[in-house]
């Protein structure tokens, strides 16, 4: 199965890869997924998966990218993981996914059936691929660079969210940063300092930064009959599971 991909990446030549070709789930994969559901073993499963089951980058002309599998997830995003995790699910079951969702306003548990293949893609264009934005903070005036989270990040947040709920927003804030006020890679011990207005601009102009694919689901409760919505969690091991 080919896909395109929110984002994609540039190289110092600038070719755009921003297509991939993957293959599907297969009693491998399959046994792994089952292990690492009993031992919480964070998002390896997510790597594991990418690893072995994308098969090339391509550019839209169809050249291959000559670089290792590994090198290229480096540079990718977190939407284009995302929407790599989708398309394994749909080439190995179908694009039909059936799922529950708590309805927001009753609390009553909603059976939904979802088209993957319908879950709406943003893409960046290529002028906009490895574009750096720039921001000046409302509030302390500092200068702040955001950049796309990759696979690296999504590990990262996955841990901090784990563990450590009293740094959730700096250290989140943090992985969306190239730099802050002159150094490289800031930490959340970096942001600790900065006023919240100036933590809150960057999450919402991060929100804004590069591709998506809306995995927000609306439906209509079965029960009250009014709209919620809930979010598919392409990154859970249980995603990869018929249902
Ligand atoms: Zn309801």
């Not at 790599?84 to 996914?97: K, P």
């Not at 950049?147 to 740094?167: R, Y």
Request: glycine share 6%; proline share 2%; net charge negative.
């Amino acid at each position: 199965m080919e896909c395109l991909l929110p984002d994609g990446f540039k190289t110092e030549s600038g070719m755009v890869y921003d297509k991939v070709k993957i293959g599907e789930i297969t009693g491998r994969q399959q046994n792994y997924l089952m292990d690492i559901k009993s031992l919480q073993s964070g998002l390896n499963h997510v790597d594991k998966l990418l690893e072995e089951l994308i098969q090339g980058f391509y550019t839209q002309d169809g050249n291959q990218y000559q670089g290792s599998i590994k090198s290229a997830l480096n540079r990718i995003s977190v939407s284009d993981i995302e929407t790599v995790l989708v398309r394994i699910r749909e080439n190995t079951f179908g694009n039909i996914y059936f799922l529950k969702g708590k309805c927001t306003h009753c609390d009553t548990l909603n059976d939904m059936k979802l088209d993957l293949s319908s879950l709406e893609v943003t893409r960046t264009s290529n002028e906009d691929k490895d574009k750096i934005v720039e921001l000046t903070l409302p509030k302390s005036g500092k200068k702040a660079q955001l950049k796309l989270m990759g696979l690296d990040a999504l590990h990262k947040s996955w841990k901090i969210f784990q563990k450590s709920q009293s740094e959730l927003l700096t250290a989140t804030a943090s992985l969306a940063l190239k730099s802050l006020d002159g150094k490289n890679d800031p930490t959340s011990e970096d942001l600790k300092s900065l006023p919240i207005l100036d933590i809150k601009y960057i999450n919402d102009e991060y929100a804004k930064l590069g591709g998506k694919i809306d995995t927000i689901v609306t439906h209509e409760c079965k029960e009250c009959g009014k709209d919620f919505d809930t979010r598919l969690n392409v990154v859970d091991p249980n995603f990869f599971s018929l249902t």
